[in-house]
């Protein structure tokens, strides 16, 4: 029923493909991670739903990551509201029950990247043209330290460091090489290879499973959940300042120029 998010749920598997549909490019505006949310509680709370696919409906671009509308010119509660909503998508993903996996079918860079950093697995489609990591300092921003512990509990502190201060941007073999991701398969294999590796997942006892996520995964959230509100004020007073603001204008920009 909602227009940005397209899920298909098979009943006999229980796995679910959650197709990201917002023109052009999936950036994460307040009114698309809330559609995502919803979707995200809906498929939690069904018991017949155990596994989840994520893919983009767009072509080349997995998600162009944080809305950066929402980030420039937009008052200090607007901006509040925003990384709330951005808070609660992230702990949606990465406390899920339910075995997740990215099937990166394009761009993936900051936001983008950091939702498929939620996920058990990600599948990336072997396309040269495309790119993944947390590119922030790039834009003259600094990724929060939950989107650093979830890079870190991925690719380790070294590359972690390597990776945020740079503000690297891989290509999927690269990527591949310091485990952004998980498997490079051809464009037209990514949806199948994700069905395939779900299954495997899937096939391990359920409750074993969960908790052992859950274990791995817990000290990462709690930091955040205890934290939200300092977290939320941190992020208004930091995208607010001018200079930010600046940065931000002067990136956007530059988007436009590469296009011309
Ligand atoms: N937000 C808003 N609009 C965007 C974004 C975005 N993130 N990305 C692209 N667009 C717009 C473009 O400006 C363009 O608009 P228009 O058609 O009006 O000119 C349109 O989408 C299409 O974009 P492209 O022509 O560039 O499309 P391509 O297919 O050539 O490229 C890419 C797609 C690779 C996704 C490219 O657009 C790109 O690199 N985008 C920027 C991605 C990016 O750097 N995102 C970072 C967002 S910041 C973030 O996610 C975390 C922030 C943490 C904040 C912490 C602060 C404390």
Known sequence: TSSKVK????????????????????????????ELCISLEKLEMDKGCRGLIITSSQPKV???GLD?????GKSPERCGEFWKSVQELWLKLYSSNMV?????????????CLMALTCDYRIMADNPAYSIGLNETQLGIVA???????????IGLRNSEMALQLGLLYKPQD?????????????DQVL??????????????????QITKSMMRKSTIDRLTSNREADIQNFVSFITRES???????????????KA
Request: proline share 7%; charged share 15%; net charge neutral.
């Open 68 to 72: 950066i509308l929402e980030m420039y």
């Open 144 to 154: 929060p330290f939950w989107f650093k512990d979830t890079l870190m509990n991925t």
């Open 62 to 64: 997995f998600s162009a």
């Open 192 to 209: 199948p290879a994700a069905v395939k590796s779900v299954n495997k997942w899937l096939a391990v006892p359920e409750h074993a499973r």
């Open 175 to 187: 990527a591949l090489k310091v485990g952004l991701v998980d498997q490079v398969v051809p464009e």
């Open 100 to 112: 997740t996996i990215a099937a990166v079918n394009g761009s993936s860079p900051a936001g983008g």
């Open 7 to 34: 899920v298909d749920l098979d009943q006999n598997t229980g796995v679910a493909v959650m197709h990201m549909q917002s023109p052009p490019v999936n950036s994460l505006s307040l009114d698309f991670i809330t």
């Open 244 to 258: 930010i603001q600046k940065s931000l204008r002067g990136y956007m920009e530059l988007l436009k120029q590469k």
